[in-house]
């Protein structure tokens, strides 16, 4: 059931007993937020109005009703006058269960949320219902689908050998970065366990073999293009199957703002898969491709080298190619 279009733009009313106003305050600001806007009894109605006047008005200009349950509500006279109200305006009733787990009868046909099981959860999918927001999957394809339209250049096979320590962790060097030399390197374990060395024909092929790995190379050979194709490859799966790992190919050169944290900066190259970041970068979720240390602005590179080491020691399972 869609909302009424002619009320598309109108507010959500607030059906509550006044002994949940703390939990209807908490649900209003969560929307409010979200720039959705809510009526309820006390904002709205002015001094000296007619109550019984004043709610089937804010119902006919509302584009759907929240309904807030819990044992209180079984009490309250006004919520079940603006019930009868809302179902003759045909509005959508969405019943928000706050306390215990019995749906009244008249709510039991309508698909409730249980803020009491998992309130942010519950709020969140609230918001993108109204909203409009896309699911996570619908998300993901219009990512990928954008990412399909930029990778256009062709892929030449770039040799090289590959540099592993027996843990595979990135960093990058603050030494080198204080030296004006951004380059990307492994960062030998405390023990300064022996590297294995390893020769390919095709670098791609070692990206492969590593949770993380780190590109170098003089300017023009082909670092970015590797980097285009590693994308290319794992979006063809991700196209075709929700489980594979979503490729997210990111340019650094973007990162201006020398106040802005990474995960911040990620969430916006996202765009509306920006919101789902935390599980996107769950342990085989995504494969995280950062071109362009180096096209970082001159001021803010030893900071942003310094922001982007940290982020990665947050989490070691993250997939990264650099």
């Not at 911040?264 to 920006?274: I, R, T």
Request: hydrophobic share 35%; glycine share 6%.
């Amino acid at each position: 059931m869609k909302i009424n279009p002619a009320n598309r733009d109108g507010p959500v009313f607030l059906s509550y007993a006044r002994s949940d106003f703390a939990d209807c305050e908490q649900i209003k600001t969560a929307l409010e937020k979200a720039d959705i806007t809510c009526w309820r009894d006390t904002d709205d109605i002015e001094p000296g109005d007619k109550w019984l006047e004043c709610l089937p008005e804010g119902l006919s200009n509302a584009r759907a009703m929240i309904v807030l349950w819990s044992e209180a509500s079984e009490q309250s006279a006004y919520m079940e006058r603006e019930f009868h109200q809302a179902e003759k305006l045909k509005l959508r009733i969405i019943p928000i269960i706050i306390q215990g787990n019995n749906v009244p009868f008249h709510l039991q046909d309508r698909n409730a949320i249980y803020l009491n099981d998992d309130w942010n959860t519950g709020i969140d999918r609230l918001i993108r219902y109204f909203s409009g927001a896309p699911t996570q999957r619908q998300a993901e394809l219009d990512w990928l689908q954008t990412l399909q339209q930029q990778l256009k250049n062709k892929y030449t096979p770039l040799a090289g050998e590959s540099l592993q320590s027996s843990k595979k962790q990135v960093s990058i060097a603050q030494t080198m970065v204080q030296q004006g030399v951004l380059e990307h390197l492994a960062r030998r374990v405390a023990q300064q366990l022996p590297e294995q060395k390893t020769e390919f024909e095709d670098i791609q092929t070692a990206f492969s073999q590593v949770s993380r790995a780190v590109l170098l190379g003089e300017p023009g050979a082909g670092k970015t293009t590797t980097l285009r194709k590693l994308a290319s490859d794992s979006l063809a799966l991700a196209l075709q199957n929700a489980d594979g790992p979503i490729p997210l190919l990111v340019s650094l050169g973007r990162w201006t703002d020398a106040d802005q944290s990474f995960d911040a900066f990620l969430q916006e190259q996202l765009g509306s898969l920006g919101p789902y970041l935390n599980k996107v970068l769950q342990p085989g979720r995504c494969q995280l491709l950062l071109d362009g240390l180096n096209e970082t602005l001159t001021e803010f590179r030893e900071q942003k080298a310094r922001q982007l080491n940290q982020w990665l020691q947050q989490d070691k399972h993250r997939q990264l190619v650099c």
